[in-house]
């Protein structure tokens, strides 16, 4: 009886992606003129309620490089160590983290570990593994629960309340690799390491789930006193079920709408709401330079390929410029923005991530990081196929 509620819920979730509209109840729409640079925060603020914080050093860590960080800071963590996962399966990955964790159980260090229940079906050994060396850990709204659709899709690690890592990962063997083969699967994701005031919203969304799972607030000393790490501007936005419009729905349409020059968007599963797309269509009319990666023939998910490719078409028409990734399953959700903004994070464009998901982006304003996320999106293209109406070659910039 679970496995076929399972399976029902897995179709729900599918259906909903594919065909689905980002706002069942209302339609929201950010259509504005583009944002002044120096009003992007003011902006920001406004529509999502969060502020870019100064003070923070960020750090790209994508693909298996992502894991090392995590193990190098979980054994530097003092006085809290929170770890909220999608998707946890066993594997040397989950072992090298369990292993890490056990380092700093054994010293005292409070664990805290919530996973979703949809993700991670078959967590039962590792959450055995877990509590065997100290680890609180909590599956995220058991099944059948209160709304199925509605999972904790955030990914982070977050150290001392200091120190904070999130983007598209899971605590799976597919996620530990370079994201240049797929033999055997070696997914390529973006990731982001923080350190400064920013990681406390990072915090603070995990603690709005442990509520939830346990029914106990964290102590107050995870939420350390703010200290400067470095000099980026950074905010985490953290994003829950809404019945008109999420903070990753509102976020994401800020994000394009602020485009003046340049607007590059890598994202796994492409289905945005029809007005994501009309606003990216604007963006190319007005003259921005809009490319988008997705995933393409080595996707997880083949279901969403002919809605992908359908608007990816369109957009084309409009005068996007439109790849799928080659080598292997790209489950990456980062934009760079004019080569100032970058937002980071565990947000698909679909009807799932903008509607129902628990997600969260890490949202920088650092020249220095959105040319560093600008070279990594090239390096991407030229592994990848453009798309869109009759093109079909492979880009060699």
Not at 340 to 347: D, E, K, N, W, Y
């Amino acid at each position: 009886m679970h496995v076929l509620r399972l399976l029902a819920s897995l179709a729900c979730l599918w259906l909903a992606a594919c065909f689905g509209r980002s706002s069942p109840k209302g339609e929201f729409r950010l259509d504005r003129a583009a944002i002044a640079p120096q009003d992007f925060d003011n902006a920001l603020f406004q529509t999502v309620g969060v502020q870019l914080r100064p003070g923070n050093q960020v750090e790209v860590v994508n693909n298996g490089r992502v894991f090392d960080v995590a193990i190098e800071e979980i054994a530097r963590a003092r006085s809290s160590i929170h770890v909220v996962s999608f998707i946890w399966s066993e594997g040397k990955v989950s072992s090298r983290i369990v292993t890490a964790l056990a380092g700093r159980t054994r010293d005292g260090v409070p664990c805290r570990v919530i996973v979703d229940a949809l993700g991670s079906p078959n967590f039962a050994n590792v959450q055995k593994q877990l509590e065997g060396i100290g680890c609180a850990t909590h599956r995220f709204r058991p099944i059948p629960g209160q709304d199925d659709a509605a999972r904790e899709h955030r990914k982070m690690f977050i150290l001392d309340g200091r120190v904070g890592i999130t983007g598209g990962f899971g605590i799976d063997d597919k996620w530990d690799g370079d994201g240049r083969t797929d033999q055997p699967p070696q997914w390529r994701d973006s990731n982001l390491l923080v350190r400064g005031p920013a990681v406390l919203e990072m915090q603070q969304a995990f603690a709005e789930s442990w509520e939830e799972a346990t029914r106990t607030l964290l102590p107050r000393d995870t939420f350390p006193a703010s200290e400067d790490a470095g000099r980026s501007l950074a905010a985490f936005v953290s994003s829950s079920e809404n019945s008109v419009a999420t903070r990753s729905d509102r976020l994401t349409q800020l994000l394009i709408g602020a485009a003046r020059k340049h607007l590059w968007i890598s994202n796994a599963y492409f289905v945005p709401s029809v007005p994501i797309l009309d606003l990216l269509m604007r963006k190319a009319r007005e003259g921005v330079d809009v490319r988008v990666l997705a995933a393409g023939e080595r996707t997880d998910t083949k279901a969403y390929l002919p809605q992908q490719r359908a608007r990816m078409d369109q957009l084309v028409g409009a005068g996007v410029k439109a790849y799928e990734y080659g080598p292997t399953m790209m489950h990456s959700k980062f934009m760079v923005v004019d080569e100032r903004i970058t937002a980071v994070g565990s947000t698909n464009l679909d009807a799932l991530s903008l509607n129902k998901l628990n997600e969260g982006t890490v949202v920088v304003d650092d020249e220095n990081l959105a040319q560093r996320e600008a070279a990594v999106f090239l390096e991407d293209l030229a592994l990848s196929k453009e798309v869109g109406s009759s093109k079909a070659r492979v880009t060699t910039r």
